[in-house]
């Protein structure tokens, strides 16, 4: 466990530390209010620690003091950017916990995403998560959904997957800075665990990727690829009173929510009950200029409860 990370982030809290993380457009938005072209990239420098660790603002090494520079070099996370800093993490408020997650923008491979969808996921959960002494969170990112989970019921035994092992690493510190015990296992999806809990809860990649980052890319023609994936493997494995909670996103043409129609068909043929709904009917708008999109009205925020 990269406890240097822990310590950070209990020092922030400690620091009355909150952030909440916007779009990746609003956040560049924001980003470009007071431009100085003395500053790397002519982003203004970091007056205070949520420019540092949450607008991901480079900053003087002054700012942080050494106590706080200490914690994030031997975490591996503080980065030279000409004469000042910049962090590799930025960390966010949900509800009481602190997470740290990759600080913007995230263009790495091994990207660990928060954001808007994050706060929608986890208020999907307060919704359909069903009680369960074992759940576990699939592709867990930051490991928000698992450790939101926790808080609503203690006593659970938590489990965070991950193919990315770096967010595996992430989310472990995540849960110390709780002082929640969770167990990580790197898996693509469901494929390193011997038997599926009584829960499974994921928030999936969703969109269409150019670059075809894992974090952020969901295959398929509009992105829906991993989300039915998830649904189909967990349907193959599921036994009776199991329930999956999966939070994504649908391209709806024409008028149709393609996502729905296919997992409405794949219940009726396995009697499992199924509970969905739109959450939020327009979001990320600005892809829609994109030719992957061409064909395609919206992109709503859905999410689903399966139980056998």
């Not at 996370?77 to 590799?88: K, Q």
């Not at 989310?171 to 110390?176: G, K, T």
């Amino acid at each position: 466990m990269n406890q240097a990370l822990v310590h950070l982030g209990r020092r922030l809290r400690q620091a009355g530390y909150h952030f909440t993380t916007t779009t990746p457009a609003t956040h560049e938005r924001v980003l470009a209010r007071g431009l100085d072209e003395r500053a790397p990239g002519g982003l203004r420098l970091a007056s205070d620690l949520r420019d540092v660790f949450g607008w991901s603002r480079p900053f003087e090494a002054s700012l942080l003091g050494d106590e706080l520079l200490g914690l994030l070099d031997q975490a591996g996370e503080l980065h030279r950017v000409g004469a000042h800093y910049r962090s590799g993490l930025r960390f966010s408020s949900l509800g009481d916990l602190l997470l740290a997650h990759s600080a913007y923008p995230t263009t790495a491979a091994d990207s660990i995403f928060f954001g808007p969808d994050t706060y929608r996921f986890c208020a999907l959960l307060d919704r359909l998560a069903t009680q369960a002494d074992v759940v576990a969170d699939i592709g867990c990112g930051s490991g928000a959904g698992g450790l939101w989970l926790a808080c609503a019921q203690p006593r659970r035994e938590v489990i965070l997957t991950d193919i990315n092992v770096r967010a595996l690493d992430v989310a472990c510190a995540n849960a110390a800075m709780a002082g929640i015990e969770v167990r990580t296992v790197q898996s693509d999806l469901f494929a390193a665990l011997p038997e599926l809990p009584d829960l499974c809860a994921a928030n999936p990649p969703y969109m269409r990727d150019t670059q075809q980052r894992a974090y952020r890319d969901g295959g398929g023609r509009h992105g829906e690829g991993l989300s039915m994936r998830i649904v189909r493997e967990w349907l193959m494995r599921a036994r009776a009173g199991q329930s999956l909670v999966l939070y994504t996103g649908s391209a709806i043409v024409a008028g149709v929510d393609a996502i729905r129609a296919q997992v409405t068909a794949l219940a009726a043929q396995q009697s499992v009950q199924l509970d969905y709904l739109e959450i939020d009917p327009d979001v990320f708008g600005e892809e829609l200029s994109l030719a992957t999109y061409a064909d395609v009205e919206r992109i709503a925020a859905v999410g689903m409860r399966l139980t056998r």
